[in-house]
């Protein structure tokens, strides 16, 4: 069952990039992480009343520093579904496992000091090592066209959103390991969300409201809240690793459906050579989660 949920975490995700692409005619990403976070906070809230989890927290630091870093990377993530196709755009996004792989070997290299005598070393990984070089490299593949089409900054803050997912990711783990009901962990990034839009709007500014066109907001607030209970659920019911890591590598079923509205909707043509880039990346991302269960 847990599958199924991750399978409906990454359909509902790349339905809401497609409301992303069409709302972003109208509205800038500060008023779409606004909105996004302003009608999950209500859909939230409700399910919380429902469920009589309690929404007062005791690690407001943690849930603030989560929100902060789960907004960048969603302002991030929603400039660049607007700028480049949507299959590329979700790629990066699912960099998430590469970026925790590249940041568990960085940690590893600091570490590591030549053995003296019977002095302990930590293990360099070597197969994390590839893992991370071999998704680098499928960015690079992936981001040739778009440098070439003039969505060379796209591609770039791209990858510092699939960065922030990264940490966004590893700092739930920490909130789920103490506990944190997952609605109320949802809950205050939605808040995060509403409050980080609002104050950017005060900066950039907001567009003309565009009439019949703002109702594509709804369902963004929908989908991702639907989303991020369904993964949540995924992850919390799996009830050994083995299950955990068949969920974690179900996510890539993302792009796939982002591919399909991708080239049925808006009519994306990527080149093979883009194809091979997020092919490299998902095999490194699959591939690395993996590595790191075995090592738990």
Not at 262 to 278: E, K, Q, T
């Amino acid at each position: 069952m847990q599958a199924l949920w991750m399978i409906a975490a990454a359909f509902l995700f790349a339905s809401m990039g497609v409301c992303v692409k069409l709302a972003s005619s109208h509205f800038n990403p500060a008023e779409l992480v606004f909105y996004r976070g302003l009608i999950s906070m209500a859909m939230l809230w409700a399910l919380a009343r429902h469920q009589g989890v309690m929404l007062s927290t005791r690690y407001p630091g943690m849930h603030a520093w989560r929100s902060f870093i789960g907004v960048t990377s969603l302002g991030c993530w929603f400039y660049t579904i607007a700028k480049l196709p949507l299959p590329v755009a979700m790629t990066f996004n699912y960099m998430s496992s590469v970026w925790i792989a590249f940041f568990l070997v960085g940690a590893t290299l600091i570490a590591w000091r030549p053995a003296v005598g019977e002095a302990q070393r930590p293990p360099l990984q070597i197969p994390l090592v590839l893992c991370v070089l071999v998704g680098f490299g499928g960015i690079l593949l992936m981001l040739r066209p778009s440098v070439q089409d003039g969505g060379g900054f796209a591609g770039t803050v791209g990858l510092i959103a699939g960065m922030a997912a990264a940490l966004a990711y590893m700092q739930v783990v920490a909130l789920s390991r103490l506990g944190e009901p997952e609605t109320r962990t949802v809950f205050y990034f939605a808040a995060g969300c509403a409050v980080a839009g609002g104050l950017a709007m005060l900066v950039v500014g907001h567009s003309p409201w565009p009439g019949w066109p703002a109702l594509w907001l709804i369902p963004i607030g929908v989908l991702a809240a639907g989303g991020q209970l369904c993964m949540t659920l995924a992850y919390a019911r799996s009830a050994s690793s083995r299950g955990t890591l068949v969920v974690a590598n179900l996510q890539y079923s993302g792009l796939i459906f982002a591919a399909f509205y991708g080239i049925v909707i808006f009519g994306d043509d990527l080149p093979a050579i883009a194809w091979l880039g997020m092919l490299l990346i998902v095999a490194s991302g699959v591939t690395a989660t993996a590595l790191r269960a075995r090592s738990a």
